[in-house]
T-cell receptor
Framework: GAVVSQHPSRVICKSGTSVKIECRSLDFQATTMFWYRQFPKQSLMLMAT?????????EQGVEKDKFLINHASLTLSTLTVTSAHPEDSSFYIC???????????FGDGTRLSIL | GEDVEQSLFLSVREGDSSVINCTYT??????LYWYKQEPGAGLQLLTYIFSNMDMKQDQRLTVLLNKKDKHLSLRIADTQTGDSAIYFCAESQSGAGSYQLTFGKGTKLSVIP
């Protein structure tokens, strides 16, 4: 199968802290990774599309300086929430696909809670 | 723009069949997907269908696509309590080569023992 690992699964930290979330494709190389945010009982909202070796493409309304994305290798993308505040508390999910036209496989998500 | 609609809730008895419906608006959709999300977890890809197919069956899961009506359904045969979850319908198009997904709001399936 296609396994995507996301770490950490849960983070609780104080306001002003920067938090890094990792997304790894374990058994395939992912040319494209996606970062989503999910609010309680809501659908997934795409934040950005990350292609290996190039800058991420952010969706409208998503602050690129707030949510830093790095896709340095074909198996790893990271999302850093900089200077996190309580309103950044959410469930963040990554996905990865082998090729742009292949299905996306999702990580288990990261529950971020900012106090 | 793209829009994907699903009913929010479905309740079935264990052993019965479940049918989850989805409608979409973008006629250029390339692939249509069904994902399952259990509480506190990410999304699990259940199955997907290419837009030139009418039906796809995989064990207990049957996907039907009516491209004319832009209607997608997921049938789960012999529904079990472990099938209780939220099911998301999603579509992708090849615009800009990124094949981004557009999700419905999800259907919460409750299985009554």
């Amino acid at each position: 199968g296609a396994v995507v690992s996301q770490h950490p699964s849960r983070v609780i930290c104080k306001s002003g802290t920067s938090v890094k979330i990792e997304c790894r494709s374990l058994d395939f190389q992912a040319t494209t990774m996606f970062w989503y945010r999910q609010f309680p009982k809501q659908s997934l909202m795409l934040m950005a599309t990350s292609n290996e070796g190039s800058k991420a493409t952010y969706e409208q309304g998503v602050e690129k300086d707030k949510f830093l994305i790095n896709h340095a290798s074909l198996t790893l993308s990271t999302l850093t929430v900089t200077s996190a505040h309580p309103e950044d508390s959410s469930f963040y999910i990554c996905s990865a696909s082998r090729q742009p036209n292949q299905p996306q496989h999702f990580g288990d998500g990261t529950r971020l809670s900012i106090l | 723009g793209e829009d994907v609609e699903q009913s929010l809730f479905l309740s079935v008895r264990e052993g019965d069949s479940s049918v989850i419906n989805c409608t979409y608006t973008d006629s250029s959709s390339t692939y249509l997907y069904w994902y399952k999300q259990e509480p506190g977890a990410g999304l699990q890809l259940l199955t997907y269908i290419f837009s030139n197919m009418d039906m796809k069956q995989d064990q207990r899961l049957t996907v039907l696509l009516n491209k004319k009506d832009k209607h997608l359904s997921l049938r789960i045969a012999d529904t079990q309590t472990g099938d209780s979850a939220i099911y998301f319908c999603a579509e992708s198009q090849s615009g800009a080569g990124s094949y981004q997904l557009t999700f419905g709001k999800g259907t919460k399936l409750s299985v009554i023992p």
